[in-house]
């Protein structure tokens, strides 16, 4: 016997009680230990009480998964750390212009971008549809990282329309800049959009 159940062994009839009649309190593990106990007991449970606590487990994933909800907390801070991010692709530009031109490198990093800008939310996407539910509570580590990322890649690609590789490469520094923060904001948009559908297709997921 596992030291849950152990613990469990030691409820009293109205402790396990507790457990079945509050089951948004315990994990689904207590709860199965719980009603098993009690049935050892001969005391009477709710017939659909597994069926609840499967409703609870699936209610549970949802509200922990809220893609809308964690990427609002990112986009809070998004509105002040584009600068950070525009370092970075500045950095990359540095170091890819060391094997070739200025404006062919800032080319290069506008491809690249502007196409992980598409293919990244695809993969998320295909990663949603295609989970099991313990791949699912790791969704919301791999969003932080998605948003960083994709934000980064909006910020880079959308840049980029506005402002061609010469004048990053001659133009004055406040040139260059804006350009970046407004594609930031766009991004923040964006980002907000792939999580209101990564939200509902993860619910149809879990629901299935």
Partial sequence: MSALGKKIAQKSDAQLIYYIENIDKHTDEAVKLAVSELQNRNIAV???????????????????????????????????????????????????????????????????????????????????????????????????????????FIQCSLGLFYIDGKMLCYGHDGQMVLPFISSSWVGIIILIIFSIVFSFFSRLRIEE
């Fill in 46 to 152: 709710p017939e659909n009480i597994f069926e609840e606590i499967e409703i609870e487990r699936k209610a549970r994933l949802i509200k922990k998964n809220s893609f809308i909800r964690q990427t609002l907390l990112f986009c809070i801070p998004g509105f002040f750390f584009s600068s950070f991010t525009l370092m970075g692709i500045l950095g990359i530009h540095s170091v890819i212009s060391l094997i070739t031109d200025c404006i062919t490198s800032w080319t290069i990093i506008w491809i690249t971008t502007g196409l992980g800008a598409i293919i990244l939310p695809l993969l998320f996407f295909r990663y949603i549809r295609e989970m099991d539910s313990k791949r699912l509570q790791a969704a919301g580590v791999l969003l932080v990282f998605f948003n960083l990322i994709e934000y980064t």
